[in-house]
């Protein structure tokens, strides 16, 4: 099973991007999808997740700018982000729980996004 993460880039203050991140192999099912972020010297951070049924949920720093969603039949989650900010310039990572042979936690290979202001 493998996560691959695309859609990063690099925008202006102000501007979106949208993320996408599909599993493939021998896919059962998958419980919550996740997006998190790592900024240069820091830690990294959730930034949204969603339950299998649709459910989302985000920390205050992507309130009503970050958007996740999933495509249950393509095993794909993805993370609409506007209104972009220089401080949002971070790796993102894409994560899920999956059940393959087992559930199993797994990460994407991450993907950069560079806000210039």
């Known amino acids: 099973v493998q996560l691959q993460a695309c859609g990063g880039g690099l925008v202006q203050a102000g501007g979106c991007l949208r993320l996408?991140?599909?599993?493939?192999?021998?896919?059962?099912?998958?419980?919550?999808m996740a997006w998190h972020r790592q900024a240069p010297g820091k830690q990294r951070e959730l930034v949204a997740v969603i339950t299998k049924d649709g459910s989302a949920s985000y920390p205050d720093s992507a309130k009503g700018r970050f958007t996740i969603s999933r495509d249950n039949a393509k095993n794909t989650v993805y993370l609409q982000m506007n209104s972009l900010k220089p401080e949002d310039t971070a790796v993102y990572y894409c994560?899920?729980?999956?059940?393959?042979?087992?559930?199993?936690?797994?990460w994407g290979q991450g993907t950069l996004v560079t806000v210039s202001s």
């Open positions: 994560n899920a729980d999956i059940y393959s042979r087992r559930w199993q936690n797994y």
């Open positions: 996408s991140c599909a599993a493939s192999g021998s896919v059962f099912t998958i419980n919550n």
